[in-house]
């Protein structure tokens, strides 16, 4: 499996950004989704995870209502829908796929993207 991210830059605050993350692989819809992001010097921060059907994801303190995770099951991509972002979103956000249930550790997850650059300016 090999992911691509894309769609981050550099955004003021209160702005928004969708990541794209598109995966190579004929079963996606198998696979548990989630998004991290590590800001520099800091550790790997979970951000959401996705269920298979997409039914089912949850939020990091700090992302809920403004972050939305989604999948297009067609187009095997899913997405990162972040809103009134901030200078703190700054930081590598590297989308990731498992086989196993969605969740917060970054253990769950057997197959990570490259990682795309968000940066917030104040």
């Known amino acids: 499996v090999q992911l691509q991210a894309s769609g981050g830059g550099l955004v003021q605050a209160g702005g928004s950004l969708r990541l794209s993350c598109e995966a190579s692989?004929?079963?996606?819809?198998?696979?548990?989704m989630a998004w991290f992001r590590q800001a520099p010097g800091k550790e790997r921060e979970f951000v959401a995870p996705?269920?298979?059907?997409?039914?089912?994801?949850y939020y990091a303190g700090s992302m809920k209502g403004r972050f939305t995770i989604s999948k297009d099951n067609s187009k095997n991509t899913v997405y990162l829908q972040m809103n009134s972002l901030k200078p703190e979103d700054t930081a590598v956000y590297y989308c990731?796929?498992?086989?196993?249930?969605?969740?917060?550790?970054?253990?769950?997850?057997?197959?990570w993207g490259q990682g795309t650059q968000v940066t917030v300016s104040s």
């Open positions: 990731a796929a498992g086989q196993g249930p969605p969740g917060s550790s970054w253990t769950q997850y057997n197959y």
């Open positions: 692989v004929r079963t996606f819809s198998t696979y548990a």
């Open positions: 996705l269920s298979r059907s997409g039914s089912t994801t």
